[in-house]
């Protein structure tokens, strides 16, 4: 007995640590408006320089801009690409707990963004990490709310 509940824990464990460390909330099914598809750490585990990333899928209108706030950390920088892998040409700058992303031309409906957060200063102790993300449709000058990324990095086992 003790050892089927052994057996029964251990799968428990490995089960639990492969399940994905991020999860994206916004609007699901909403095709008319950006929303959070996805999001990871590298590595997924504690560490003092870790990397965050988030897909941001551009839906209804092209957006101009991005807004983060950033959870209780520091940063090296941010990066955008496309799903593809190829580099979106934007300005970033990270003031205060929030990261800004103006995007050299407007990003069309239909384009999967990943946010690259680099070199992440973070706690040595597993945690969850929230992104709050909003975006400016083109011609528009109030901020819609994307959606929420939030990290977890899981114990080093």
Same mark, same amino acid.
């Given at each position: 007995m003790k050892k089927l509940i052994s057996i029964s824990a251990a799968f428990a464990?490995?089960?639990?640590?492969?399940?994905s460390a991020a999860e994206a909330t916004g609007i699901p099914g909403d095709s008319q408006s950006p929303h959070i598809? %996805? %999001?990871r750490s590298y590595p997924d585990y504690p560490t003092w320089r870790a990397f965050h990333d988030f897909d941001v899928h551009v839906e209804g209108e092209a957006i101009s801009e991005l807004s983060i706030q950033l959870p209780s950390l520091r940063i090296k920088g941010i990066e955008v690409s496309s799903q593809s892998g190829e580099k979106i040409e934007a300005i970033t700058s990270v003031k205060g707990g929030k990261a800004?992303?103006?995007f050299s031309k407007p990003v069309v409906a239909g384009t999967v963004l990943t946010i690259s957060v680099l070199e992440v200063e973070a706690s040595i102790y597993p945690r969850?990490?929230?992104?709050?993300?909003?975006?400016k449709k083109v011609g528009q000058s109030s901020d819609i709310k994307v959606g929420t990324a939030n990290i977890q990095t899981l114990p080093r086992w």
């Open positions: 464990l490995i089960l639990t640590s492969s399940i598809v %996805g %999001g800004t992303v103006v969850t990490y929230i992104y709050r993300v909003y975006a």
